[in-house]
């Protein structure tokens, strides 16, 4: 079960002006599974959008990019069960496939479709089902579709993962919805994560395309479950212009600083619920990294100590073996690392216990305190490097025995 993560209803996720979904069963890769979801963007849509950097990207994140640049988005299609990714030539001609069929359904352009696919990789995509499958996703589209999207896009997750906010932007009322999904494969590394928001703000094309580099980096940027970066992470930022505020065009205006912290917000939770849904995870842990000279350090500190499966695997058993934490930070990769003024606690529920100052364990550490704090479900690991005024948070969560089994028997 997910840790501490609330489930949506149908009644949470609120119309996007200018946005309609429609989910179907195409059996893409297995039968009675919703597996294909149409997204259709009202004329004028504006769409923005970071990828994986993973060499070996899949089919449907080339297309994407080539897309892009050239505007006027008019749809997504979102097939589950089969990545496209290491087809080679055959996977971009299904991809190719898949835009020009939507195009010829919604009366637009090849070129007007992002296609996005997840599930197994090295696996050809059966373009036949997923353009058999279009014209009742087509027949589905509507405007409080989120819900039945955010179940059409999952694989191994145990719970669809969606929200919505609502901010005053120019005197009017825009609203923000967003769904993600992923489990596992989860070190996204972008300039099988998908994250898909939507605002019916109206927001011009160069910030929207800064926004979503920099919310990227802030959210599904900053967590992992197992230190795999995916073949086909994406994330697609959407501005539909349809709330009547005035255009966001200035950086330093009020306007733009509440739509950023609102996509922040919105971004940062739908990253969190992938952790929370991590495979097989049982804990989720924060990383609160502090007093770095970067945070680019701060970062290196804190994805070692998430990736190390020997601490992952401690938080799992609740078993105080801290030192594998400092042995995570050790090899992070600052060389010019001062062990001796860093500290580190564990924090949980109101209680902090330090854990190690003064280049070991601290004089008032006891391995009571530390077990009661791993034995919760929320931990968080907090470091101070003291080198600096840099921060960064990342969050992370715990390995089990089902994170095995759930790999182990994916293609089942």
Known sequence: MPVLLSVPEAADLLPVAGVRLGVTEAAI???NRKDLTLIELAPGARVAGVFTQNRFCAAPVQVCKAHLPAGKVRALVINTGVANAGTGEPGLAAARASCEAVGALLGVS???VLPFSTGVILEPLPVERLVAGLPAARDALRADGWFDACHGIMTTDTV??????QVTIGGKRVTLTGMSKGAGMIKPNMATMLGFLATD???AQPLLDALVKEVAD????SITVDGDTSTNDSFILIATGKAGNPTVSDVASADYAALRAAVLDLSIWLAQAIVRDGEGATKFITLQIEGGASRDECR?????IGHSPLVKTAFFASDPNLGRILAAIGYAGIDDLDVSRLRVWLASGGEEVLVAEKGGRAASYREEAGARVMQQAEITVRVDLARGSATANLWSCDFSYDYVKINADYRS
């Open 29 to 31: 890769r297995k039968q």
């Open 110 to 112: 090849a070129e007007q």
């Open 160 to 165: 669809p993962k969606a929200a919505s906010r």
């Open 201 to 203: 703000a109206d927001v």
């Open 218 to 221: 802030l959210s599904f940027n």
């Open 300 to 304: 290196k500190v804190g994805y070692a």
